[in-house]
């Protein structure tokens, strides 16, 4: 039977696959008899067609010991990217502006070679760009490297509730881990409220990302500050933070909150969304 908290991952797994998740595109793999690298581990992680990066940013802070290339030929949104790594002072993810068409002629090329590569097949609109793909991946992949088509939210879906459902044997985030995605996720709440489109946090016991709406977003900013508070103080806090961001809730906070605190609340602490020191009391 699937909890509360895995079922709301399950309704929104076409938002998953934004963030392009290592651990449960190991998961999916596994079910298929392919092993792909875990967190934990080292190995090279190359993201074709990036957008904004925030995936690659966040799969970064989770997984330390990996390298990870993000590439989009929009240079805008590599800057994006390039901005929120810099800021988060997360040094593991280099990123890359190219059209795909030429990539596989790029300077990049000629770099080391990958575990993964991953890229959107939806955003696939030609042959040319097709073609480009599969040449990358036959430079680029290191004997047994996998090349990942990312637009199928069903096998997201499925690989993300069975994790889920094992949470409790995740082990815990080492502390520098912790650390990256806590700073991190203070940014991305931060641009969350000023208005940006990130719906994705940082999960360091996950080593991938977990997806989150402005509540929820508000809601970590204020325990990242505060850590412990909760009950009718988080209320009131997260109130204030999202009517001093221009986004108040015209309803329904109270029970949303009631509702994050009892459902959401324990696994963000079990993942290491939190510092170490915030415990609930009452053992939720």
Same mark, same amino acid.
């Given at each position: 039977?699937?909890?509360?908290?895995?079922?709301?991952?399950?309704?929104?797994?076409?938002?998953?696959?934004?963030? &392009?998740? =290592? !651990?449960?595109?190991? +998961?999916? @793999?596994?079910?298929?008899?392919?092993?792909?690298?875990?967190?934990?581990?080292?190995?090279?992680?190359?993201?074709?067609?990036?957008?904004?990066?925030?995936?690659?940013?966040?799969?970064?802070?989770?997984?330390?010991?990996?390298r990870f290339i993000a590439i989009d030929a929009d240079r805008r949104r590599i800057a994006e990217g390039r901005r929120l790594a810099e800021?988060?002072?997360?040094?593991?993810?280099?990123?890359? &502006?190219? =059209? !795909?068409?030429?990539? +596989?002629? @790029?300077d990049c090329a000629r770099g080391p070679l990958h575990d993964v590569i991953v890229f959107d097949g939806e955003a696939i609109t030609d042959h040319a760009a097709a073609a480009a793909i599969e040449r990358c991946a036959a430079r680029w992949l290191k004997p047994g490297g996998a090349l990942i088509d990312l637009s199928d939210p069903v096998e997201?879906?499925?690989?993300?509730?069975?994790l889920l459902a094992s949470e409790p044997a995740l082990p815990e985030p080492c502390p520098?881990?912790?650390?990256?995605?806590?700073?991190?996720?203070r940014l991305i709440c931060e641009q969350a409220l000023e208005g940006s489109g990130h719906a994705h946090l940082a999960a360091p016991a996950l080593g991938s990302a977990l997806p989150a709406d402005l509540l929820?977003?508000?809601?970590?900013?204020?325990?990242?500050?505060?850590?412990?508070?909760?009950?009718?103080?988080?209320?009131?806090m997260v109130r204030i933070v999202l009517e001093q961001a221009g986004r108040p809730l015209a309803e329904g906070l109270e029970r949303r909150l009631e509702c994050f605190e009892r459902l959401v609340l324990p696994h963000w602490r079990r993942l290491g969304l939190l510092p170490a020191s915030d415990r609930n009391p009452a053992g939720s």
């Open positions: 039977m699937l909890t509360p908290f895995a079922q709301s991952v399950l309704s929104e797994a076409d938002r998953l696959t934004d963030a &392009c998740p =290592p !651990l449960w595109l190991a +998961a999916t @793999a596994s079910a298929r008899g392919v092993r792909l690298p875990q967190p934990g581990e080292r190995y090279s992680w190359c993201e074709l067609g990036c957008g904004s990066g925030l995936g690659a940013v966040i799969n970064a802070a989770a997984n330390p010991l990996a800021a988060a002072a997360i040094n593991n993810v280099v990123f890359l &502006c190219a =059209p !795909l068409a030429s990539l +596989a002629l @790029a997201f879906a499925d690989s993300s509730v069975r520098v881990t912790r650390e990256r995605c806590q700073r991190l996720n929820q977003m508000a809601a970590l900013k204020v325990l990242l500050e505060c850590p412990g508070v909760e009950g009718d103080l988080l209320q009131e």
